[in-house]
């Protein structure tokens, strides 16, 4: 069953929204810890399709922070590409704990391997973040 979570604690209004989107429920959460300590809005998602949605009603997310293996209709590769056909301005860095996807599958956007570092990951998102357009 799929699941979106809202942060229990808002940030300030001016805080980055984060949307991660990872099946792993523990790989999710230690994600979300990081990334809120930091100072981000993070929201999550299960798929590539609860994301989509989020998004649909979400004009807020500046980053998407996702997996490349997931269950659903699309992988994060294809969730990224459809993230810069209809959301361009959206930053999307992309994780896995497998094979590296080739450059060209991942569009320019950075990606992370797996197992990665509290601050690897707070670094490619406020880099993703300053490439899109708003400080933190």
């Known amino acids: 069953m799929s699941e979106l979570r809202e942060p229990t604690e808002r940030q300030p209004e001016h805080s980055p929204v984060v949307l991660i989107v990872d099946d792993e429920p523990f790989i999710r959460a230690t994600a979300e810890d990081c990334l809120g300590e930091a100072g981000f809005d ?5 798929n590539a399709d609860n994301a989509l ?3 649909d009603a979400r004009s807020d997310v500046r980053v998407v ?5 997931m269950p659903g209709t699309m992988d994060g590769l294809g969730l990224a590409q459809k993230i810069h056909e209809r959301w361009p301005r959206i930053g999307v860095v992309v994780t896995s704990g497998r094979k590296r996807p080739t450059e060209a599958s991942l ?6 391997e797996k197992p990665y570092s509290p601050s690897t990951l ?3 998102i406020r880099e993703s ?3 899109h357009g708003k400080r933190i």
Request: charged share 25%; glycine share 0%.
């Open 42 to 46: 993070v929201i999550t998602a299960t």
């Open 53 to 55: 949605s989020v998004l």
């Open 65 to 69: 922070f996702t997996d490349v293996q």
């Open 107 to 112: 569009c320019d956007d950075p990606f992370l």
């Open 122 to 124: 707070v670094r490619e």
């Open 129 to 131: 973040v300053l490439r």
